[in-house]
T-cell receptor, first 112, second 114 residues
Framework: GESVGLHLPTLSVQEGDNSIINCAYSNSASDYFIWYKQESGKGPQFIIDIRSNMDKRQGQRVTVLLNKTVKHLSLQIAATQPGDSAVYFCAENIDSWGKLQFGAGTQVVVTP | DTEVTQTPKHLVMGMTNKKSLKCEQHMGHRAMYWYKQKAKKPPELMFVYSYEKLSINESVPSRFSPECPNSSLLNLHLHALQPEDSALYLC?????????????FGDGTRLSIL
């Protein structure tokens, strides 16, 4: 979803459940995508990336899926933990200088 | 702990002051970036340095002046800022070149303009 004013889209997840965060990107020529996690008072932290020649990539407890047909990216977090509470941003690399275009962000809140 | 170090963590300044934000990385990265982030918003690119040369200026007002003294350091000089410039200023670095690699961010400088 898109943010309106000062309100980030929020995903509430129960501890132990799986989370899915979605992102629509804009440039069909983008060939590299990154997910970042930003905790309060900190900078964005790299989670996982994927190149356009792949449609799935797995990390530790995280999976990124890329659907180039509909320009959609998703991040799946398995067995969500309280430490996963943060704002998650997708980003697409839109030129050869490494210029990133960030999505609006999704606030993930993990409840006990 | 992040491998990109930014100082100071917090800065309060008046509109007539001159101050500088500093960023340092020792990962051997050759591309460095400045971003501005307002509350509840994604980071917005300001400047890109590649191999110590300014390669992108996203039409940033001249009251922000970047400097890259060497491959490990990036500064942002501030002068005559406006209240709307209050934000979190993030520095990032990446290996550089044209091979897609993730940017690594520092924890930012929280800037408040009085």
């Amino acid at each position: 979803g898109e943010s309106v004013g000062l309100h980030l889209p929020t995903l509430s997840v129960q501890e132990g459940d799986n989370s899915i965060i979605n992102c629509a990107y804009s440039n069909s020529a983008s060939d590299y995508f990154i997910w970042y996690k930003q905790e309060s008072g900190k900078g964005p932290q790299f989670i996982i990336d994927i190149r356009s020649n792949m449609d799935k990539r797995q990390g530790q407890r995280v999976t990124v899926l890329l659907n180039k047909t509909v320009k959609h990216l998703s991040l799946q977090i398995a067995a969500t933990q309280p430490g996963d509470s943060a704002v998650y941003f997708c980003a697409e690399n839109i030129d050869s200088w490494g210029k990133l275009q960030f999505g609006a962000g999704t606030q993930v809140v993990v409840t006990p | 702990d992040t491998e990109v170090t930014q100082t100071p963590k917090h800065l309060v300044m008046g509109m007539t002051n001159k101050k500088s934000l500093k960023c340092e990385q020792h990962m051997g990265h050759r591309a460095m970036y400045w971003y501005k982030q307002k509350a509840k918003k994604p980071p917005e690119l300001m400047f890109v340095y590649s191999y110590e040369k300014l390669s992108i200026n996203e039409s940033v007002p001249s009251r922000f002046s970047p400097e890259c003294p060497n491959s490990s350091l990036l500064n942002l000089h501030l002068h005559a800022l406006q209240p709307e410039d209050s934000a979190l200023y993030l520095c990032a670095s990446s290996p550089g070149g044209h091979d897609n690699q993730p940017q690594h961010f520092g924890d930012g400088t929280r800037l408040s303009i009085l």
